[in-house]
């Protein structure tokens, strides 16, 4: 079943075994990368779509379509994987969004905050509380504030810190200069900072 890969295989035998459009490879990576990309959907989806959507779900429905595609998609390491797989997930947030629009849905009932201990590691790699605060609060902070910035911030910041395309790659993908991707990079993790913790917001 899983190719004579065990299941904490070494990312090198993963990545070679990828490379040979072995699935099951391609399927251990995914799961490695689950984390990573809930964090980026939750901070991608906006406060709308999160009260109306968790995003496990729409990350399974990535995957899975992931899977199905992997006929088309030609491995050639881990990075563009992971750029690719984010690409995805970005393609079903923007699908996601334009039906909630047309639908007019209300927002009735907040959905409930699913286990956090998957994405809570990538929000702190982009800013952690200057005090202690409790998980679900952090949680709170983070997106509120996430959603305060403006929209080259978070592009910036999402594909660097949760993507983790250098800033090369991003400047190429944002047609905008690598120093000016570093810039954007360095205040939008700054102003997240200040907004988490209730600071001054001009950055």
């Known amino acids: 079943m899983n190719g004579g890969l065990a299941d904490d295989a070494p990312t090198e035998a993963l990545l070679a075994s990828a490379r040979r459009q072995e699935r099951a490879a391609i399927e251990q990576l995914l799961v490695r990368h689950l984390p990573g990309l809930e964090a980026f959907v939750r901070l991608r989806m906006g406060a709308r779509l999160r009260a109306l959507l968790t995003a496990p779900d729409l990350v399974q ?7 199905e595609d992997l006929g088309e998609f030609e491995f050639r390491g881990e990075a563009p994987f992971r750029h690719w797989l984010y ?10 969004d334009r039906f909630h629009k047309a639908q007019k849905r209300a927002l009735d009932a907040e959905v409930p905050l699913p286990d956090a201990s998957t994405f809570l590691p990538a929000y702190r ?6 005090q202690d605060v ?13 959603d305060q910035l403006p929209d080259d911030y978070r592009e910036a910041v999402t594909l ?7 800033h090369q790659e991003i400047a190429e993908r944002m047609q905008r200069s690598e120093g000016a ?3 954007l990079v360095y205040r939008g993790i700054s102003r997240l900072a200040l907004l988490v913790d209730g600071g001054d917001t001009a950055v």
């Open 61 to 67: 429905s990535v995957c899975r379509e992931v899977l």
């Open 87 to 96: 690409v995805r997930a970005e393609n079903k947030l923007r699908m996601k």
């Open 125 to 130: 790699t982009l800013v952690t509380p200057s």
């Open 134 to 146: 409790e998980q679900k609060e952090m949680i709170r902070r983070v997106e509120a504030a996430f």
């Open 160 to 166: 660097h810190k949760l993507c983790g395309l250098s």
């Open 181 to 183: 991707v570093r810039n």
